[in-house]
């Protein structure tokens, strides 16, 4: 399997392909089912704006998001292309490739494995976005654009480690990014573009400060994990951690397949997205869930909606059920939900689950485990979580 990593050299930074060795099984990872589960339909649909995993140390969640990209599908690219671009899908393709399809040129196509980008938290503006060489412009007249971490990710995932102490303005870049799709950069009159779709995946230790609410809102879904109190259960993440290290290859192999029926699930569950159904009355439901929890904005709603069609189709159904808003809403609200001066400043999960179940009509059925899955019929054609509706 090969990764994309970032390296210090010289105080720069720089992209290398390296190959990796055998990276733990996701399946492998004991509990953390909510963490899992946020992750699983992230990949699923990557539009749905990524995860914040917030959690004291030593609970998987570095392991889970690297686990994770091992899981996705090879991408098809052009072979020449520095920036991932998908040849079935010209309206996102960058700015060399557009000039090199109105240029007629015959152009090759390969498989690549899904990249996974790791941001260290000193990167700077210009490392993330790219980079445009004015002085090249100005002298000779050449367009010399400088990839970014943004180019990198492209259709893969990018990681960020402590993102709480990333500083604040390349949070937000990374933000815009993943919801526009696009990065264009504009320096004197010049510009460049080129697309950024990624999972995007922040972790980070509260008791090391907080995101501020602006950025915790940009982040689609959010979960806090706590390390596991269950005796069996710690004694079943030593025994897989000694046997991980002992031998990380063949413990990879008895783990392969259930890692290619979740990846199998995940590819399937892509391609049913956009027949995914939803009605108007499943949209009443979340903007009521949403105004009975005094959540602001409207940015959860269409978060919600958008999770629950990628966990109908992760379910191999249809159509959207009040389970599935139920738990994409688990998912949606933590970070967003406030409550009194005198209290802590977000709910619980469990109080949560609570509300959810109560505003529901006690259609939350509580956690639900990765290949999990249930069948259930539905209404109403919806395309990307965001498109139309019937009443």
């Known amino acids: 399997m090969m990764f994309l990593t970032i390296i210090s050299k010289n105080g720069d930074f720089v992209f290398k392909m390296l190959t990796m060795t055998a990276i733990y099984p996701f399946t492998a990872v004991v509990g953390q089912e909510r963490m899992k589960r946020a992750l699983v339909l992230n990949a699923v649909n990557p539009r749905i704006g990524g995860v914040l995993i917030r959690g004291e140390r030593g609970t998987a969640k570095s392991t889970a998001a690297r686990a994770l990209a091992a899981l996705l599908p090879t991408v098809e690219t052009f072979s020449d292309c520095r920036f991932g671009c998908d040849p079935n899908r010209p ?119 907080d995101l501020r609410p602006q950025l915790l809102d940009r982040f689609a879904l959010s979960v806090d994990i706590r390390g596991i109190q269950d005796t069996h259960e710690r004694v079943l993440i030593m025994e897989r951690h000694l046997a991980y290290e002992e031998d990380p290859e063949s413990f990879r192999e008895q783990w392969l397949p259930k890692e290619q029926e979740l990846s199998k699930q995940i590819t399937q569950a892509r391609k049913l997205l956009p027949n995914v159904q939803y009605s108007s009355k499943n949209m009443v439901d979340i903007a009521k869930l949403s105004t009975s929890l005094q959540v602001d904005g409207h940015r959860s709603d269409l978060v919600i909606l958008k999770t629950a069609r990628a966990h109908a189709a992760f379910e191999s159904r249809k159509a959207i059920t009040g389970r599935d808003i139920s738990l994409a809403a688990e998912l949606a609200y933590p970070h967003r939900i406030k409550r009194g001066p005198f209290q802590q400043s977000e709910i619980s999960a469990e109080e949560l689950s609570e509300k959810i179940e109560e505003l529901a009509g006690g259609s939350a059925d509580g956690e639900s485990e990765v290949g999990e899955g249930s069948e259930q019929s539905g209404t109403e054609v919806g395309e990307n979580g965001d498109k139309k509706k019937q009443s």
């Open 91 to 209: 309206a996102t393709w960058c700015t060399e490739c557009r000039e090199k399809s109105n240029n007629g040129d015959q152009r090759k196509v390969e498989m690549l494995p899904t990249p996974f980008v790791n941001l260290p938290v000193s990167a700077t503006e210009d490392r993330v976005v790219g980079t445009l060489d004015i002085e090249k412009a100005i002298q000779k007249g050449e367009r010399h654009f400088e990839p970014g971490v943004l180019a990198d990710a492209n259709r893969g995932l990018l990681y960020i480690d402590e993102v709480n102490l990333l500083d604040d303005h390349v949070v937000d870049l990374l933000l815009d990014s993943a919801a526009m799709g696009m990065n264009i950069v504009e320096r004197e009159g010049i510009s460049f573009s080129h697309p950024s779709r990624f999972i995007l995946v922040g972790t980070m230790n509260p008791e090391e400060g």
